[in-house]
């Protein structure tokens, strides 16, 4: 009887296991994009934990299932505890996403300074050299834009550095400045790219639809939550398609970047395909059908590769 309960139990473990390690480093990393060296001591590691703590929920309940049940070795995951596991996926996507997207964050705002004090900054489209720098004001700057245009340097005595929507220095003139990237001196040792970044960037995608479903709230995040728990579990289907576990686990996880890229193109293309198939019917969740389109074609290719490999048994 306690082994029926034992993968749901180890499922729990390694959820909690890697939503501490990713909310550790997503604060971390959000911390670190802010870093300035004039202000560093004025923000508070803990700013940034409910947006943290909301990022991570599905992340950390796919990682702690492939490390739940590849725990298992070669042995079999009876249907009762499968099932158990994927209600208790969904519970986590439910109360996780519903207590996170409560979470209040804290009156106090993180500063943030990109510039440093004397220094020379490059950004995309100019060369900047400021003088003093405080929370919001810059004095002393002089820039030079990469175009060569005439004259070649410019002075402004003061500016205001606004953080919100973008990073953008107001001058006295009335006239501002996109600074791009936000984060001039850090931003190489932050910038993802390829394949790993487009990786990253896709289940943010998944679990920012999970994060706005349930702030709306209703019956349409219980069924997104619920499909997104069968699309988790019915992966598993894939656990011992082949002799080497590892392999099982690279197309576990080649199957997940598959789903994850193609449900955030066809959510970000919803408004065509709505128009295309559907005769223009704007209120159809078409993140909805995506992912239960999808969670349906990885189960039928799923049950297809287990009864072929029993034939082969036998």
């Known amino acids: 009887m306690g082994k029926i309960f034992l993968p749901p139990l180890k499922f729990l473990i390694f959820f909690l296991v890697s939503a501490a390690i990713l909310v550790f480093l997503s604060m971390l990393y959000s911390w670190e994009l802010l870093v300035s060296l004039s202000l560093e001591q004025k923000n508070n590691l803990l700013l940034f934990l409910p947006a943290a703590a909301s990022g991570i929920v599905f992340p950390a309940a ?18 009762v505890s499968a099932a158990i596991t994927a209600a208790a996926i969904f519970l986590v996507l439910y109360f996780g996403f519903t207590f996170t997207s409560s979470m209040i964050s804290s009156n106090d705002i993180a500063e943030f300074q990109p510039f440093n004090e004397r220094k020379i900054h490059m950004t995309e489209n100019s060369i900047i050299y400021t003088d003093e720098c405080d ?18 340097f410019k002075y402004y005595d003061r500016a205001v550095f606004s953080s919100t929507p973008g990073a953008i220095l107001q001058f006295d003139d009335a006239r501002s400045m996109d600074i791009v990237p936000a984060n001039p001196v850090f931003y190489d040792s932050f910038r993802r790219s390829g394949m790993i970044g487009n990786y990253i960037d896709d289940i943010r995608f998944m679990n920012e639809s999970l994060k706005t479903a ?15 728990s069968a ?29 994850y890229y193609l449900f955030r193109l066809f959510s970000s293309e919803s408004a065509f395909i709505a128009d295309t198939f559907f005769g223009g019917k704007q209120e159809l969740n078409i993140p909805l059908f995506t992912i239960s389109g999808l969670t349906l074609i990885l189960f039928l290719c799923g049950v297809l590769i ?8 036998r």
């Open 62 to 79: 796919s990682s702690g299932l492939l490390f739940s049940v590849f725990d298992y070795r070669k042995e079999a995951i009876k249907p």
């Open 135 to 152: 929370s919001d004001i810059v004095s002393g700057i002089i820039i030079r834009n990469h175009d060569g245009s005439l004259p070649g």
């Open 214 to 228: 349930a702030l709306n709230g209703g019956g349409g995040f219980i069924l997104l939550a619920a499909v997104f």
């Open 231 to 259: 699309f988790l579990m019915i992966g598993l289907l894939f656990r011992g398609a082949s002799s080497w576990p590892l392999f099982d686990f690279a197309l576990i996880l080649f199957f997940h970047r598959l789903v």
């Open 306 to 313: 287990k009864t072929t490999s029993k034939r082969k048994v």
